[in-house]
Structures are given as structure tokens and as C-alpha cells.
């Protein structure tokens, strides 16, 4: 059984579809009747996910030349500010929609949030996010670079 505890986590955090499925499944399943905070979940799965390589920067399909500049994805410290953001922001509550859309945001903004477009799809709790993070200057606003 611990062979196996074992070689799940190891799966969990390097197999991106594995992942995804299993991050996927968590809203549904543990949300209480009437619950909407699952941030404590995203402690759980986001360090796993960064640290084996199932959230890995995906720029697959996309035509962006990043000269190197912001090129990384989200880190840890990434993470970090998601937590803060949400904390100060006070609410508990998480929609579906944003905890689904984060997988994908997550895989595929650059680390200084150059390519994120606010007019593209984002659940507005992400453009919210971006904007604070350019606003406390943890990264730079598109216009400084």
C-alpha cells in the first residue's frame, strides 16, 4: 500500500494529464453542501504539480517570442501571491470556474504575466489577480517593459 501511496504522488506530480484529472475531480469532491473555499486544496495540489513537472509552462500552439525575458512560468512564488491575493481579496468562496481555468492559466502565462490578455476568457477572480500582482509591483505592467 505505501508502494503504491508511493508511486501515486510520483504520477500526481508528473504526469500533466494525470494531474489535471485528479485536480479536476477535487472541486467536485470536496466541496461540502454549500461550500465554495478549496483554497486549502490548492495548497495540497500546486506544490506537487510545480515540483514534479505536471504544471510545467506550456506554450504549445501559442506564437510568442519571449527573448528569454519572463519565459518561466508560474513558480512557487507564484503560488504564494495567488494565497495572498486571495486573502486580502476576504472572500473564501471559489467558483468552479475559476478553480477549473487556474490548471490552464497556470500552464500557460509567463512568469511576468506579459502575454496575459484581459479581454481573453479569464474568469474575472484572474484578471483580478494579475492586476493586483502588477499593482503591488511583484511584476512589471505591460506598458514598463
Not at 506530480?13 to 478549496?38: C, I, M, N, P, W
Amino acid at each position: 500500500m505505501k508502494d503504491t501511496l508511493t508511486r501515486l504522488r510520483a504520477k500526481l506530480g508528473s504526469d500533466s494529464t494525470y494531474f489535471h484529472k485528479v485536480y479536476d475531480h477535487t472541486f467536485t469532491f470536496a466541496r461540502t453542501e454549500g461550500q465554495r473555499s478549496l483554497v486549502a486544496f490548492w495548497g495540497l495540489l500546486l506544490p506537487t504539480g510545480l515540483a514534479g513537472g505536471a504544471l510545467k509552462y506550456d506554450l504549445t500552439g501559442e506564437d510568442v517570442d519571449m527573448d528569454g525575458e519572463g519565459s518561466s512560468g508560474w513558480t512557487d512564488e507564484h503560488t504564494q501571491w495567488w494565497f495572498q491575493f486571495l486573502t486580502e481579496k476576504g472572500g473564501k468562496g471559489v467558483s468552479k470556474d475559476t478553480w477549473m481555468m487556474l490548471f490552464d492559466f497556470i500552464r500557460t502565462i509567463d512568469s511576468k504575466f506579459l502575454t496575459h490578455d484581459v479581454e481573453a476568457a479569464w474568469p474575472s477572480a484572474i484578471d483580478d489577480f494579475v492586476a493586483w500582482v502588477r499593482s503591488v509591483g511583484n511584476v512589471p505592467t505591460p506598458e514598463a517593459t
